[in-house]
């Protein structure tokens, strides 16, 4: 059974940084992709970034330029880092994982961002 374990959120003022960090647990082999989601109060999940085990990486629009997603394959781990936060970024932050035709989720980390 796969699990994924998030750590690293927190609150942070406004241009501050944080570093999540998920790792997956379980059985992991071959091709995969894992990143992050993000949900806001009353907002549906989108896109942070993602990154497949060959490194091909996809952001969304709203953290492009200000966060940088990478990952240790040999720990089946990934980790955001995200700078200069806005009020805006303030969200539940999910980690995410495609693995076998299955998308496993984290049970997420708050990430608040005061102005």
């Known amino acids: 059974q796969v699990q994924l374990l998030e750590s690293g959120g927190g609150l942070v003022q406004a241009g501050g940084s944080l570093r999540l960090s998920c790792r997956a647990s379980?059985?992991?082999?071959?091709?995969?992709?894992m990143g992050w989601y993000r949900q806001g109060a009353g907002e549906q999940r989108e896109l942070v970034a993602t990154m497949s085990s060959v490194g091909i990486t996809i952001y969304g629009d709203s953290v492009k330029g200000r966060s940088t997603i990478s990952r240790d394959n040999a720990e089946n781990a990934v980790y955001l880092q995200m700078d200069d936060l806005k009020p805006e970024d303030t969200a539940v932050y999910y980690c995410?994982?495609?693995?076998?035709?299955?998308?496993?989720w984290g049970q997420g980390t708050q990430v608040s961002v005061s102005s």
């Open positions: 379980g059985s992991i082999f071959g091709m995969n992709s």
């Open positions: 995410r994982l495609y693995y076998s035709g299955n998308y496993y």
